[in-house]
């Protein structure tokens, strides 16, 4: 097989992903660069040389998870291993992250993974250079790298346990020699004006069934509760021509299904002017061998009717569409600076509903954010029963760094918040049971993602993007990645049950 590195068998990785399809996506391209540059991935952080998170940000609980981890683990520093902070934590905590978490050798935002190869080979020189004994600071021209003398136990062996980071001055490096067990401190910290997208040839695609492809970075909305265009930087497009050779690519690889990305993903603008985001969808749909195309998520104020026509147009456009509305008082909307009213937003629901084929519309919705009353919360919650959501995701309001939001008043007190969850939660049930039972009875087509062992049923997905677990007799024994009919017999809150009817020649392209 030639042009597939040879792989060093010392060169191990670890990889940990937590956050959103973004992130998703993003470590099986940092995990395609790995490999490229003669790394192994390996299944437990025991047996990896180099531990990597890729992090996410969005709510308090997500970024403690990062630090708990690497507490976790940080006694395996002293066996040699190193530690990397990558994505939105890495680039909204930068530096500090050395303070918290001494042992980390490599924090990288996500605007600047096109530098990985060179950040690892200075990762490695640098290790190498500290098991000579020989501390510098350099900076260079991906990133910045510094060699810190770390406090040595008895044993000579390294033990990081909550020591704080200790610089070397400019004017003493190069003249003191650190210890053996010297840190070594790599950074990837793009600012958010950053014109580079992460486009790489080597992307690992771990996904099975699903191809992802980024298509737009950041995000220039700046709602005021969001950290995300402070993490990912400005919106930049891909071209059109790169996304659809992206796409046949794909399906040279075996995929049907692709799944289109961005931050807001409809937000999209062609660099060279071709194509609209409704078009380029469209153009995706249309290439020989896909079957399903999705995409995700798309911005309220963004969505334009164009979209829906390319659905109706376009049957491989599957019928989802995930729309966050995060509230549905227009006084909150306001504060949160979403950019769109309730009436706004329900007029894209009512194009949606008029389509040839029933979307299924998905939802995001935060509670609590500051200032919300019980009237406004009324009104996310009868928003509910207007539009009749097939899934939503709700969080808690958490107050995060550099936002806007953090100055406002008249927080709410947790447990209200929690309270307000625990209501909206429980009457999105009832919605969920009400809808999925309607499906019971029909034949609906599902691609087969997988075998669950214990429930003996195969695992489907509809186009509406739901689960479908069914039974087929031994003799169909339908393959991972092709498609079935299926006959709804049960529903369930968050799922349906049935059986297999046939296999399905596809009815598109
Ligand atoms: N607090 C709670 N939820 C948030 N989200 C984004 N920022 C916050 C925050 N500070 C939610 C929004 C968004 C989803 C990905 O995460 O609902 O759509
Ligand atoms: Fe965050 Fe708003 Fe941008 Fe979405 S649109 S990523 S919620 S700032």
């Known amino acids: 097989m030639s042009g597939v590195p040879q792989q060093d068998p010392q060169k191990t990785f670890y990889l940990e992903t937590f956050g959103c399809q973004m992130n998703v996506h993003d470590s099986e391209k940092v995990v395609g660069t790995l490999v490229q540059q003669g790394y192994r991935q390996v299944e437990t952080v025991e047996q990896a040389d180099l531990i990597l998170y890729n992090t996410c940000s969005i709510r308090d609980k997500a970024e403690q998870k990062v630090f708990h981890r690497l507490a976790d683990y940080k006694k395996l520093q002293a066996q040699g291993k190193k530690f990397g902070v990558l994505g939105c934590v890495a680039q909204q905590e930068g530096e500090k992250i050395f303070e918290r978490a001494p042992h980390v050798s490599l924090v990288c935002g996500s605007a600047s993974y096109q530098n990985l190869p060179g950040m690892l080979v200075q990762l490695e020189n640098a290790q190498v250079e500290s098991a000579q004994v020989e501390g510098k600071s350099s900076k260079s021209s991906f990133g910045r790298i510094d060699s810190h003398p770390s406090k040595t136990t008895k044993g000579g062996a390294s033990s990081f346990v909550d020591d704080a980071p200790i610089s070397i001055p400019a004017e003493e490096s190069g003249s003191r020699k650190p210890d053996a067990g010297s840190l070594v401190r790599i950074t990837g910290l793009d600012d958010r004006q950053t014109d580079k997208c992460f486009e790489t040839e080597f992307t690992a695609r771990t996904n099975p069934h699903r191809a992802y492809i980024t298509i737009i970075e950041g995000c220039d909305k700046f709602c005021a509760y969001c950290v995300v265009p402070f993490t990912r930087g400005k919106e930049r497009s891909r071209t059109s021509a790169s996304v659809l050779a992206e796409a046949r690519q794909i399906v040279d690889l075996g995929?049907?299904?692709?799944?289109?990305?961005?931050?807001?993903?409809?937000?999209?603008?062609?660099?060279?002017?071709?194509?609209?985001?409704?078009?380029?969808?469209?153009?995706?749909?249309?290439?020989?061998?896909?079957?399903?195309?999705?995409?995700?998520?798309?911005?309220?104020?963004?969505?334009?009717?164009?979209?829906?026509?390319?659905?109706?147009?376009?049957?491989?456009?599957?019928?989802?569409?995930?729309?966050?509305?995060?509230?549905?008082?227009?006084?909150?909307?306001?504060?949160?600076?979403?950019?769109?009213?309730?009436?706004?937003?329900?007029?894209?629901?009512?194009?949606?509903?008029?389509?040839?084929?029933?979307?299924?519309?998905?939802?995001?919705v935060i509670v609590g954010f500051p200032g919300e009353t019980e009237e406004d919360f009324a009104e996310t919650l009868n928003l509910l029963d207007e539009v009749g959501y097939d899934a939503i995701f709700t969080f808690k309001y958490s107050p995060r760094p550099n936002t806007p939001a953090l100055q406002l008043e008249d927080a709410l007190p947790e447990e209200e918040k929690s309270r307000r969850l625990e209501v909206l939660m429980a009457k999105q049930r009832d919605i969920q049971i009400a809808r999925y039972k309607k499906y019971v009875g029909t034949a609906v087509e599902v691609m087969v993602e997988g075998y669950n062992e214990q429930r003996a049923q195969w695992i489907g997905r509809t186009t509406q993007n739901k689960t479908l677990n069914f039974t087929a007799p031994e003799t169909a024994s339908p393959k991972v990645g092709s498609y079935a009919q299926v006959l709804v017999t049960r529903s369930f809150p968050n799922s349906l049950a049935g059986e297999w009817i046939s296999a399905a020649a596809h009815p598109v392209v």
Not at 310 to 320: E, F, G, K, M, Q
Not at 356 to 363: A, L, M, Q
Request: proline residues 4%.
């Open 255 to 364: 995929y049907s299904e692709i799944q289109l990305l961005g931050q807001n993903v409809n937000s999209y603008r062609d660099p060279d002017g071709k194509k609209s985001f409704a078009e380029l969808l469209a153009a995706v749909g249309e290439v020989a061998g896909i079957k399903r195309v999705r995409f995700t998520t798309s911005h309220p104020r963004d969505f334009g009717r164009d979209i829906v026509c390319a659905i109706d147009a376009v049957p491989t456009l599957c019928d989802h569409v995930h729309l966050p509305v995060q509230s549905g008082s227009t006084r909150v909307l306001d504060a949160m600076q979403r950019l769109y009213t309730r009436e706004r937003y329900l007029e894209r629901i009512a194009w949606m509903k008029a389509a040839k084929r029933e979307i299924s519309i998905t939802t995001d």
